[in-house]
């Protein structure tokens, strides 16, 4: 199992840019593949980006594709995304989380999830 802890959110005007971090507890991180995702008010939550396990692999929504960038750390435990060209859809609780085995945009794919941080883009 692996805990996870996400920082960095907070409040942004659009068009700024901020950087979400993940901080892991446990052996495995550096087995795992690394996503995050995000869920907006009455909205269901949704794949933002992945990376592998290697860091040699990313994947991205095609909204974020060139705004953002996933990135991870193994021998720091860590991933982070960075934000840039924020707007106010990007609004949303986001989420790390990490997959044991499946390389997947989807959120079932994942075994263990942080507690999550929000992200509000004022227009």
């Known amino acids: 199992q692996v805990q996870l802890v996400e920082s960095g959110g907070g409040l942004v005007q659009a068009g700024g840019s901020l950087r979400l971090s993940c901080a892991a507890s446990?052996?495995?991180?550096?087995?795992?593949?690394m996503g995050w995702f995000r869920q907006a008010p009455g909205k269901e939550r949704e794949f933002v980006a992945r990376i592998s396990w290697s860091g040699s692999s990313t994947d991205y929504r095609d909204s974020v594709k060139g705004r953002f960038t996933i990135s991870r750390d193994n021998a720091k435990n860590t991933a982070s995304l960075q934000m840039n060209s924020l707007k106010p859809g990007d609004t949303a609780v986001y989420y790390c989380a990490a997959s044991r085995s499946n390389w997947s945009r989807s959120a079932r794919a994942y075994d263990d999830w942080g507690q999550g941080t929000q992200l509000t883009v004022s227009s």
């Open positions: 446990g052996r495995t991180f550096g087995s795992c593949h």
